[in-house]
């Protein structure tokens, strides 16, 4: 079955509630984007799978919820201040500003190498990004033209001034990543928590990334969520390799096992050793392929103790963690799987979109992530004995699970319509309800419809 293309997973994100263009009636927001009721219910229900599956089923990962809003020193001492930026190069004609490694990016697919290789531009510098720039001759995709400034570094944080007097107010930044709050917090779990290495801490949130982006949906935005686990260990005692393998078999897992992605979209890539940051061991990526293209949406990498030293050395406190057993007191090494909540929601967008060959389109969602578990008809609206006793039903499915009611329109098109926005069943209250207490219950995938006592329903769906 071939993959909606990206235009087409836009225009029904909005056309079905999904996904809005923030602030349209202003003219929108660039790289932002609000989620609408059917986008709620879906990322509500992606929240819990994942505290349920990578969190609360363990027994050595805490959950934390630090603040969005942190002081400056934290971002100066993870280096997010001096070296958390972009290579971005300006025209000089039109005043385009773009992200170089997307123009090169951009130029080597539509004029790819002869020899077939793949272009790298992770990793390098501006002055390697300026040269390959000069080197293929590459024009500014706007104006046509070759007048380019030289390739400089922007800064991708939000600074925050925080204060109510003019003068007087301090710096600070709104948070570009979940990670930092769980190594400035380590300390203050380990005093205040009964735990012993290995263990994690886990964050979910927003984040916020002043960055240029390629136009690519929500794949990258100004503001956007992560899911994010830093499991810390003594190297001594664990192997780093094991535990690595471990998060990798567990990432892979929730994605292909519980969100029922399609294990022929999903790959592992390795970063190089000039791609990977200097202080990781090992980072790989499990990417997607979108419609445009095998992008990322969740790293794996092991950051060795380079987090906590670094807040230890910039704010003097003693990050280090003592032994019970040996009173030896060292820094902890950590592992990170590092998600895109939002990326998430594009991949399921992406994959469970379908076009049935009947001319269907539905959502096949698993009901653990359907926006509603079911949906609850009266087959005619004007029939009063049919809607009250169809209201008995939602009322008491309501009590376990999301129930959509829908008493409008024929019971055709209300079954197409829950079939688009993914829900799995659709309850039918009609005139043999009222004589044997059964209703028709219909499978999104199949269209298959059974008959089922009332008494069963809430395990039959």
Known sequence: MDQFTL?????????????YPSAEIYGGLANSYDFGPMGALLLKSLRALWWKKMVYSRTDVLPLEAGIISHA??????GHVSSFADAMIDCKECHTRMRADHLIEDFFVAHPPADGSEVKVEGKSTDEFSAMIAEHHILCPKCGKFSWTEVRKFNLLFPVKMGILEGEQ???????????GMFYLFKSVLDSVRVRLPFGLAQMGKSFRNEITKGNFIFRTLEFEQAEIEYFFNPKT????ALFEDWQKRMNSFVVDDLGVNADRVRWREHSEEERSFYSLRTVDLEYNFPF?????????????YDLNAQMKHSGADLRYMDPYTNEKFVPHVIEPAVGVT???????CDALKKMDDGRVIFALPKTLAPYRVAVFPLL??????????REVYDSLSQDMMVAWDDRGNIGKRYLSQDEIGTPSCVTVDFQTLEDNTVTVRDRDTTTQIRISIDELKGAV
Do not use: I
């Open 7 to 19: 235009d087409e997973v836009v225009a029904f994100a909005k056309r079905r509630g999904f996904v």
């Open 293 to 305: 293209g095998f992008k990322e949406v969740w790293g794996l990498a092991y950051r060795t103790d």
């Open 73 to 78: 020193d934290v971002w100066k001492a993870s």
């Open 170 to 180: 301090s710096l600070a930044y709104l948070r570009g990543e979940t990670a930092q």
């Open 381 to 390: 609206s004007n029939k009063e004995e049919l809607v009250k006793k169809a």
């Open 343 to 349: 990326r998430l929601f594009l991949v399921l967008l």
């Open 238 to 241: 664990h192997d780093w390799k």
